[in-house]
Each structure stands twice: as structure tokens, then as C-alpha cells.
């Protein structure tokens, strides 16, 4: 009679599990954003990563834990597809929040353009979603893809590959940073980095070639640069000429197309218009953001929007980037949480890690 009721009691579990796998379901569908917080369709939530006693899950806003079982890394998520870490060993978790691909591999890269590198017994390839072999290589080293390209190590030289595995560059001593138009190489141990396929090396003004520049945004239209080697950055207008700004210490465009600069500690934003905004004073500000910003002041980290507005008070030793509304945040005690982007606590700030910082 016990074996009969524990029989029962075992199916009842499995027939549980099975039904809040079918009601994930819905995850799979669609694409879950990198940073902080990662949206799912699944009954109107969103959910977070955290950390506890050195071991990894998920929550959903309401800090309920949604997912078991528990794992020794989980990262953000990239194509649908999280990364994670069990016995030293790295496989995927798809959206569902399933063991996609088992982990078996001693390191592994984030799925772009539907192809993720991994590595096992010191060899690099790539594989699918599928979890089938596309790139066999085998590569001493394998980097992630970006707008159907990757750079590849392969007998001590770098190559610049295709999503069919097609040398389009190369070979170089090094090559890093990988642009949609463009890469940085190293033909020598002693030569300088060289830019290639940089569309904004081949931009002149008043026929003359401008050096050192910092982007080029066609939704201003405007371009940032350093004049003939110098420390300083210069803002122009491309479709007057005229000169914004000069001078500035520094001038970087945020993930939502803001243009920010800073002089000494004085940080500004620039409008689609091309037109100024307040300074914001601030001993650091983060661009790597949507809609509201980061900004470090007397120690400790708030938030302004695209207009200076200080819209979250400095209260955090840390403050991730912000997208969908949500951020992670650190405490001055030193544990991690959620707010949202009105400062309120979605996530109390009682675990080791929360979400994805930068």
C-alpha cells in the first residue's frame, strides 16, 4: 500500500513539472534582451538572475523563484539562449529555462547570428542552436560572431572567418575588436594597431583627412574626433560644418544613440538636433544605457535622463545599465536588487548578485 502511494505521489511530481514546462513554453518564441532584466511572454513577467551562497537561479519581479535547478553561473542571455556554468563544465539553457544543450564543454561562447563558439579537450568550433557541429575548425581559439563574422586563431595566426567558415582576412599576428565595419590588427608583435575597414578613417572635411576619429552617427549626422593626435575631442555638424563643441575630454554616444561628452567633470547630452543640454556635474556617467543614466556623484551612483534630470537619487554603490525599465543595483551594504526606472524597489537588495552588471 506505501509503494502504491509513493508511486502515485512520484507521478504527480512529474505530471507537476510537466505542466509549468509546457506553460514556459512560450519563452522559446521570443528573443530575451541582454542586460539586467530578461523579458518572456510567460504570463505577462519578466524575469531576473540571481545569486545566492555562490549558486545561481532565476526570480520573477515579484522575487518568487521560478527555476530549479540551481546552477554555479548562469549569464545573460544572447539569441534566446543562456550560458551556464555546472562542475566546471558549460552548456545552454534555452528560454524556457530548460537544459537546452548539456554542459560539457570546458568553455563556451554566447550564441550571434544563430552560431556559438565552444570548446573541448583544448579545441574550438562552432556549433547551432540544435547543438550540432556548423564550423568544425578545430581553432586554438574561437571568438564570438558579430553581423556574420568572427576572428578565429588558428596555428598561432588570426583570421577574420564567415558564418561557413570562409577566410575573408588575414592571417595577422593579433586581431580584436570586431566592428560591423571594421577591425583592429596587428601584423607584427611590434607594429602598432592598425584600423581596417574603418568607414570613418575614409571621411574628409574641406578636402582634408580627419584623424583619430570617435564615431560617426548618421542619425545626427555628426561626427566626433580627436584633432591631429590630440588628447582633446572635437563635436561637428556634417551637413553645415559648423563646430558644436571642442575641447571635450571625452565624446561617446550611449546605446540609444544620446550623444554625451564630458569636460573635467562636467558631463552633457546632445539632442537629435544636434543642440545642447544642461551640464550635468558628476565624477563618472555611463553610456552603455536606454533612457536613463547612470552617474556617479560623491561616491555613490544615481540616475539622470537625456535632459541631466536627476530622476534616481545617488544611493547605490553600483547601478547597472538600464533597459526595458529595469536595473540592477548594489547596496552600500554591499548586497544586490532590482529597481525600476522611477527608483522604486522591485528586487530587495538581499542578494549576493541580481541580474547582469557591467
Known amino acids: 500500500m506505501q509503494t502504491n ?11 507537476l513539472k510537466r505542466l509549468i514546462m509546457l506553460a514556459l513554453i512560450p519563452l522559446v518564441l521570443f ?36 527555476s ?7 549569464d545573460q542571455a544572447h539569441d534566446g539562449y543562456y ?10 539553457l534555452n528560454g524556457a529555462l530548460e537544459e537546452h544543450i548539456a554542459a560539457e564543454y570546458d568553455a563556451c561562447g554566447n550564441f550571434h547570428n544563430d552560431l556559438a563558439p565552444v570548446e573541448k579537450d583544448n579545441q574550438w568550433q562552432y556549433i547551432s542552436r540544435a547543438g550540432l557541429t556548423k564550423i568544425e575548425g578545430p581553432f586554438q581559439w574561437a571568438g564570438e560572431f558579430k553581423n556574420g563574422k568572427a576572428i578565429v586563431k588558428e596555428d598561432e595566426e588570426m583570421f577574420i572567418i564567415d558564418k561557413k567558415g570562409n577566410k575573408l582576412k588575414g592571417p595577422f599576428y593579433s586581431c580584436d575588436r570586431l566592428y560591423e565595419d571594421a577591425f583592429y590588427i596587428r601584423n607584427t608583435k611590434e607594429s602598432k594597431p592598425e584600423v581596417l575597414d574603418q568607414r570613418l578613417l575614409k571621411v574628409h572635411w574641406n578636402g582634408k583627412a580627419i584623424t583619430d576619429p570617435v564615431f560617426l552617427t548618421e542619425k545626427t549626422a555628426a561626427l566626433a574626433y580627436k584633432k591631429n ?21 571625452t565624446i561617446v554616444i550611449s546605446l540609444d544613440g544620446k550623444i554625451i561628452c ?10 537629435d538636433k544636434l543642440q545642447q543640454s544642461t551640464y550635468i556635474d558628476a ?4 553610456a552603455n544605457s536606454y533612457n536613463l543614466y547612470p552617474v556617479k556623484k560623491d561616491g555613490l551612483w544615481g540616475a539622470v535622463d537625456g535632459n541631466g534630470k536627476m530622476i534616481i537619487d545617488p544611493l547605490y554603490e553600483i547601478i547597472g545599465s538600464f533597459e526595458n525599465g529595469f536595473a540592477s543595483v548594489k547596496s552600500t551594504d554591499g548586497m544586490w536588487g532590482v529597481i525600476n526606472d522611477k527608483g ?4 530587495p537588495c538581499e542578494y549576493d548578485f541580481a541580474g547582469f552588471t557591467q
Not at 502511494?5 to 505530471?15: G, H, L
Not at 530549479?68 to 548562469?74: K, Q, V
Not at 550560458?83 to 545552454?92: I, L, N
Not at 565624477?283 to 555611463?286: I, M, P, R, T, V
Open 5 to 15: 502511494t509513493q508511486e502515485r505521489s512520484q507521478m504527480r511530481k512529474v505530471y
Open 31 to 66: 528573443p530575451i534582451i541582454r542586460h539586467i532584466i530578461y523579458p518572456n511572454e510567460y504570463d505577462g513577467q519578466q524575469i531576473c538572475i540571481v545569486s545566492e551562497n555562490s549558486k545561481y537561479h532565476f526570480v520573477d519581479l515579484e522575487n518568487k523563484k521560478i
Open 68 to 74: 530549479t535547478p540551481e546552477y554555479d553561473y548562469i
Open 83 to 92: 550560458r551556464y556554468s555546472e562542475d566546471d563544465k558549460w552548456g545552454y
Open 229 to 249: 593626435g590630440s588628447s582633446k575631442c572635437r563635436l561637428i555638424d556634417l551637413k553645415t560644418g559648423k563646430l558644436l563643441l571642442d575641447h571635450m575630454d
Open 262 to 271: 564630458k569636460e573635467k567633470n562636467r558631463w552633457m547630452f546632445v539632442n
Open 283 to 286: 565624477e563618472d556617467l555611463a
Open 344 to 347: 522604486e524597489i522591485i528586487i
